[in-house]
């Protein structure tokens, strides 16, 4: 496999990712242009684009007006994608500090000395606000639309707010703080295996990697040791399906069957972009342009997709996120956000 990164020959950023093949295989070619960018062509002539990528606009007032698009439901997506950018602008300014929880809450009174459920589910929607808030200051910024990059990271802003509505949701506080403690458990076995896989070390690191796992093992024995003095479920020792807790959040969020189905294969098709999996690319031939050269090569361009891909997936990750914060806010005791500075968001 090689890759390459091409200049455009009007100087505006172009790369071109190609999977290296043989005579009657097939090559797919990522393109990152703009409108009407000038690509290469044969022999290395610079040719138009037969069909340049439209940008994307999310500010603000300009949503929606024409902009030499005719597809309404791209023009649709990009008006929805503005109201989820407003939202995701709000949750970004809520972030940015962090929020002291009630003591005499509901949530305040499910942290103890050994398990922060509050600070647990407030870390991953600070995290799920960054990816999210990311991909859209992107495209702002730059008016591109990342095929898999944009893909990757709202799969991140996915299950990091699916992580923090799983935990909140129980009504009952053995539940949340099991399941919190399931999330934490997991974090630090990933943490110590991290810490164990360095190899080649000099023997001042080794030193520190043994001392480092040593700490995380007990850090574990004492979650195990509060599981059972907090009379947890035994579930809180299990190791974490992220696939289930995301299922589990969106069967929370849709009451409809068919939104509650669609959302794994958003998940899934975010994790084939995180790994590069070409699979990606080849389940949208269909929506891609395919050409053929003189010598019988046949050539995928892959393009994103704000209708089918990346429009859905910001939009499973931001009712995520809205209803994650719906419920840190129940849980703290507010019936409003404060000030009503932090509206809550209907329509996304």
């Not at 942290?111 to 999210?132: I, M």
């Not at 004492?222 to 599981?227: I, N």
């Not at 939009?315 to 995520?320: F, N, S």
């Amino acid at each position: 496999m090689s890759s390459r990164g091409q200049a455009s020959t009007n100087r505006r950023q172009r790369c071109a990712i190609r999977l290296a093949t043989t005579a009657g295989r097939l090559q797919i070619r990522i393109r990152f242009g703009r409108v009407g960018e000038e690509t290469d062509g044969p022999a290395g002539k610079p040719t138009r684009n037969p069909r340049p990528k439209p940008r994307v606009s999310l500010a603000g007032p300009a949503i929606g007006q024409d902009l030499g698009m005719t597809d309404e439901s791209w023009r649709a997506w990009e008006r929805r994608l503005g109201r989820i950018a407003v939202a995701s602008s709000a949750w970004q300014t809520r972030t940015n500090r962090a929020e002291e929880v009630p003591p005499r809450s509901a949530l305040g009174g499910d942290d103890t000395s050994n398990l922060s459920v509050s600070g647990l589910a407030w870390y991953s929607l600070v995290v799920a606000v960054e990816h999210l808030e990311f991909v859209l200051a992107m495209m702002r910024a730059t008016g591109t639309t990342y095929p898999t990059a944009y893909m990757t990271s709202l799969r991140s802003a996915l299950l990091a707010a699916s992580h923090a509505l799983w935990v909140l949701a129980p009504v009952r506080r053995a539940d949340r703080r099991g399941r919190a403690m399931r999330l934490l458990i997991q974090d630090l076995t990933d943490q110590r295996k991290l810490v164990e896989s360095a190899t080649g070390l000099t023997e001042q690191q080794l030193k520190a990697q043994v001392r480092d796992a040593k700490a995380l093992t007990e850090r574990l024995d004492l979650c195990r040791g509060t599981v059972a003095e907090l009379g947890l479920a035994k579930s809180s020792n299990a190791a974490l399906n992220n696939t289930d807790v995301v299922n589990f959040a969106a069967r929370h969020i849709h009451d409809d069957p068919a939104a509650t189905s669609g959302v794994e294969p958003l998940w899934r098709m975010g994790s084939a972009a995180a790994h590069g999996q070409r699979s990606f690319a080849l389940m949208r031939m269909d929506r891609n342009v395919v050409t053929t050269g003189a010598d019988g090569k046949r050539t995928v361009e892959l393009r994103g997709d704000i209708v089918h891909d990346i429009g859905p997936a910001a939009a499973a990750a931001a009712l995520a996120v809205n209803e994650a914060f719906r419920l840190f806010d129940l849980r703290c005791g507010r019936v409003q956000a404060p000030g009503e500075k932090l509206p809550r968001f209907n329509e996304l």
